[in-house]
């Protein structure tokens, strides 16, 4: 199963085999490629809007970053055997891991959307950003209150309630109080 340490070798690896430069790269995935360096060289935690534009630009999905198995079969996760897969962050400080990703199937290929159980944690220190890319967005909380910034709109969502969105209205999703949160998520971005 991927991890956060491995995410980077991944995109590299991708890249190299479809001949394409860290400029080539950063020019479709509109990154820099001081960005694109610092993720392929594990030295930033990216948040997952650079991931899809990245996917993207490379015209794989978001999964591939995440997958190891080529199971064509259902996907069943049990409780007991969630391995955190990611961590990611939307803050300016890019090395403050704000969420950790518990990816749902990772043993599913060819899927279309991601799901996930993603512990929110609490950071108030202001350092938190938009974010926006193509697709769209399903949160379900199950513990905790979310904070739901999505435009210029903000909602407090509680434990039961969802919110459902399209991902590319700049966005941003954080504990709405010190607790955290825990959701489940589906992100959905079109290769």
């Known amino acids: 199963m ?14 190299e085999s479809k001949q394409i430069t860290v400029e080539e790269l ?12 610092n993720i392929e060289n594990d ?7 650079p991931l899809i ?3 993207r630009a490379l015209g794989v999905r978001l999964g591939t970053f995440l997958d190891d198995d080529e199971n064509l079969g259902p996907a069943v996760s049990r409780k007991n055997e969630a391995v955190e897969t990611i961590h990611t ?5 890019k090395t403050v891991k704000h969420n950790n990703f518990f990816t749902l199937a990772p043993q599913k290929s060819g899927r279309s959307m991601e799901p996930f ?10 350092t938190l950003e938009m974010s926006a890319h193509e697709g769209e967005e399903f949160i379900y909380v199950l513990e905790g209150t979310l904070k739901v910034i999505y435009g210029k ?13 399209d991902s590319i209205v700049s966005h941003l999703v954080c504990a709405a109080d010190e607790k955290g949160a825990k959701i489940i998520a ?6």
């Open 53 to 55: 534009k990245i996917a």
């Open 153 to 165: 709109e903000s909602y407090i969502l509680n434990e039961g309630d969802s919110i459902y969105y």
């Open 89 to 93: 962050s939307n803050a300016e400080e």
């Open 2 to 15: 991927a991890d956060d340490k491995n995410i980077g070798t991944k995109i590299k690896s991708i890249r």
């Open 117 to 126: 159980f993603i512990e929110i944690n609490a950071i108030d220190d202001g």
């Open 43 to 49: 030295m930033n935690v990216p948040s997952l809007a």
């Open 186 to 191: 589906a992100v959905y971005a079109p290769a």
């Open 26 to 37: 950063a020019e479709r995935s509109q990154l820099s490629t001081e960005q694109i360096n």
